[in-house]
């Protein structure tokens, strides 16, 4: 792979708008505010106006236009740089009651889960935001949460260094795993999830059992503090080497195959070969690493300094470096890549195309937003103003689709 610190980017630019431009727009004579922003230089701002059905940039700096009902085009006219946005078909504010949405994760079944700022879970409907249930027992702040692919059941983990696993029905916790001696950041489900990883600051990486409540092995220990990962079956590291069935621990299911992308405090990025206990790729990339992000063709890092590092096959590298705020999460869309900020932004980015075409999800007033996920019919978003936003996945496809 070439060198992170060699890797070019002409991806070094952003159009900043007015979070709440929809409502501004629902109005005749609205207007709002709208900034093209180069990294390191000095922003070109403007003030659009409805006028009738025209929209109107007061300084003639940009063009705007509604493609359709709910998608704003604007093309910063000097540069000829061009920006799409879209704004929340819905949102919810009850579910956490005006506290931090830290993380969320959600099924096609109708179901999420979500916590923030504590030691309780919340089991919601993610077509109502009605919350279900609550799940208490963490003796500590919650750091990772996530369904199971049956949609019904949660794993948890946290400070108190417990792995949790609950019925989202009932709100039981009939599993509760312990061996970490840090805590828990970020975890896996492996297959269908007889077996999951997870992943902590003492730097180590470690296999569960569910069934039998147990850990299997400690797949890899590394000199960081580990902050994510992501583990995927078909990636750019593809085809692995063989593993003897054999070879694997009792207990052990369906990890033949498996990479996992590990992110660490130090700027550590470690990828495993599950399977095989086998390192086969590590950088370091000089900025805590926040999220990772495994697919068929690519490997994304996202960083506290506000790079996004796109590792190719064939050793092609890109840094994706339009902001310096911390990237916050990773989330492959229609192709493209989610990238959520500390500053509030989400921007979908399809950067293999020419010109680079971008989305921008709008709603958080520089809030962070710690977390994006999906169902295949919208897009969630979690933020620190305490919102859970729903963006149409129709609408997003039919921008980068």
């Known amino acids: 792979f070439t060198s992170t610190r060699e890797m070019a980017s002409s991806l070094s630019w952003s159009i900043l708008v007015q979070s709440n431009w929809p409502e501004c727009l629902a109005r005749d004579g609205g207007e709002f505010w709208v900034t093209f922003k180069e990294v390191e230089k000095k922003g070109d701002h403007d003030k659009v106006k409805k006028e009738g059905n025209e929209l109107v940039a007061k300084d003639e700096k940009f063009s705007i236009d509604m493609v359709s009902k709910d998608v704003l085009k604007i093309i910063h006219k000097k540069s000829n740089s061009c920006g799409f946005f879209l704004g929340p078909s819905d949102y919810f504010s009850n579910i956490q009651c005006g506290k931090r949405v830290a993380s969320l994760d959600v099924s096609s079944g109708g179901l999420g889960v979500l916590f923030g700022g504590g030691e ?79 992943v902590s600051k003492d730097g180590s990486a470690r296999l569960w059992s569910c069934g039998d409540a147990s850990c299997v092995d400690v797949l890899v220990t590394v000199e960081d503090q580990i902050n994510c990962c992501n583990l995927a079956q078909d990636t750019m590291f593809h085809p692995l080497q063989d593993t003897v069935g054999e070879t694997m621990e009792q207990g052990e299911v369906d990890t033949v195959g498996k990479v996992l992308a590990m992110g660490g405090e130090g700027g550590s990025l470690t990828v495993l070969d599950v399977a095989a206990r086998k390192i086969i790729f590590s950088a ?103 919102m859970v936003r729903k963006y149409s996945m129709a609408s997003v496809r039919g921008v980068v689709g």
């Open 120 to 198: 309780k879970l919340s089991v919601w409907d993610t077509n109502t935001g009605t919350v279900r249930r609550v799940l208490e027992g963490h003796l500590g702040e919650v750091y990772t949460a996530k369904l199971f692919p049956s949609g019904i059941v949660v794993l948890s983990g946290g400070a108190d260094l417990q792995l949790k696993i609950w019925s989202a029905k009932d709100g039981s916790c009939p599993v509760t795993m312990t061996g970490h001696t840090q805590a828990i950041m970020d975890t896996a489900i492996v297959g269908a999830g007889k077996n999951v990883i997870s």
């Open 284 to 386: 370091n990339l000089h900025s805590a690493v926040n999220c990772v992000l495994l697919t068929p063709s690519c490997l994304y890092a996202g960083c506290q300094d506000g790079q996004v590092h796109i590792l190719r096959t064939g050793g092609q590298g890109t840094i994706l470096s339009c902001s310096h705020s911390p990237v916050l999460s990773v989330l492959p869309v229609c192709g493209g890549l989610c990238v959520s900020r500390q500053d509030g932004s989400v921007t979908i980015h399809q950067v293999d195309r020419s010109p680079h075409t971008r989305l921008d999800l709008t709603g958080a007033d520089t809030e962070p937003v710690y977390k994006v996920v999906e169902d295949g019919v919208w897009l969630y978003t979690g933020c620190r103003d305490g």
